[in-house]
């Protein structure tokens, strides 16, 4: 069965690293996103992509990269982990409709802890 | 301000019974509306998609209505179970303009036996 794999599932590192969390869908889904979910915030968008080489930034980028180099894959990099990053990461892919109307599919979710 | 408000207090109900759970929002002219059910350490889950021009969508014990005018969709679960019980999102895409999603913050539903 197609699915949607985050990993690590939990992650605890130190202000100042840098952190690298995975995201793998086998959906063959041309689009991609990286939210956080804070209490009291619900999920926000962190960067999307809607193809290979193509990345946008959502509206809590700063901080946050990501790269597609692949159908499957987009990468979430945080370049120097701070505590207000400290979150639950989700990733969520989609397929390509020509109305732009669909669902999405959620990953399992990162727990991210910066000490 | 733009936003999307769903109640933060928890909906207890009695197995049975249905559970109706509110999304308002305020400027903003969604081209559609989703739910979805969100269950504790895990990724949320699509239930169902409605559009601005209808008003009403149902999915087996599921019902969204959507009422651009009042700015509000309202979810009802029938017969609800405890297997129910979870936090249910709804989330609107702003306008024809964007494709991006703009999640509230959800509503925790605990059915009880």
């Known amino acids: 069965d197609a699915e949607i794999t985050q990993s690590p599932r939990h992650k605890i590192t130190e202000t100042g690293r840098q952190v690298t969390l995975a995201c793998h869908q086998t959906w063959n889904h041309n689009n991609m996103f990286w939210y956080r979910q804070d209490l009291g915030h619900g999920l926000r968008l962190i960067h999307y992509?809607?193809?290979?080489?193509?990345?946008n930034k959502g509206e809590v980028s700063d901080g946050y990269s990501v790269s597609r180099s692949n159908t499957e894959d987009l990468p979430l990099t945080l370049e120097s982990a701070a505590s207000s990053q400290t979150s639950v990461y989700f990733c969520a892919s989609s397929p390509f409709s020509s109305d732009k109307i669909y669902e999405q599919y959620f990953g399992p979710g990162t727990r991210l802890t910066v000490t | 301000s733009q936003k999307i408000e769903q109640n933060s207090e928890a909906l207890n109900i009695q197995e049975g019974k249905t559970a109706t759970l509110t999304c308002n929002y305020t400027?903003?002219?969604?081209?559609?509306l989703q739910w979805y059910r969100q269950d504790p350490g895990r990724g949320p889950v699509f239930l169902l998609l409605?559009?601005?021009?209808?008003k009403e969508k149902r999915k087996e014990r599921l019902k969204v209505t959507f009422d651009t005018t009042l700015k509000q969709s309202l979810f009802h679960i029938t017969a609800s179970q405890p297997a129910d019980s979870a936090t249910y999102l709804c989330a609107l895409v702003p306008s024809y303009n964007t494709d991006k999603l703009i999640f509230g913050t959800g509503t925790r539903l605990q059915v009880f036996p």
């Open positions: 409605i559009r601005e021009n209808e």
């Open positions: 992509s809607y193809g290979v080489q193509d990345t």
């Open positions: 400027n903003y002219s969604p081209a559609y």
